[in-house]
């Protein structure tokens, strides 16, 4: 029979390595190659994201994860560091938007009616249609 550390001391180590996680991490950030594995992986990804297998363990795994424990989570986890990574991400944020902002702002609109529908239709569906193809643009 196979010897496994007491889940006690698996937890103990797994605390203890939070200590070092930060540096490790950055320490290995100059060898990933993220968008290359990526770009490697897709055909494996699409064919283990049609086997039923997966899709049935994906479904399991869903059911074990309560609204109330995920929104815990968020609660805990996520909405203490939410707020700086916004901001650390605002040029990141302005720049991805820019082409967009620019399609909207070409759209030409004719002044608004008192008919709600027609507004639709002649002031909304063309904004929708430039932010439409500025993504097939964008990618």
Do not use: C, H
């Not at 899709?55 to 968020?74: H, Y």
Request: charged share 30%; no cysteine; net charge positive.
């Amino acid at each position: 029979m196979p010897k496994v550390k007491s889940l006690e001391k698996i937890k103990a180590n797994y605390k203890g390595a939070a200590s070092v996680a930060a540096t490790r991490y950055k320490e290995a950030i100059p060898g990933i190659a993220w968008q290359a594995a990526a770009i490697d992986g897709q055909e494996l990804y699409e064919a283990r994201m049609s086997d039923p297998a997966v899709l049935e363990r994906r479904s399991k795994n869903i059911a074990k994860v309560s609204d109330s424990s995920f929104q815990g989570a968020m609660e805990k986890k996520g909405a203490p560091v939410i707020s700086s990574r916004m901001s650390d991400a605002a040029d990141k944020q302005a720049a991805n938007f820019a082409p967009y902002k620019a399609a909207i702002e070409a759209v030409s609109l004719p002044d608004k009616t008192a008919d709600p529908m027609a507004n639709i239709d002649q002031r909304l569906k063309p904004i929708v249609e430039a932010l439409v193809k500025k993504k097939q643009e964008v990618g």
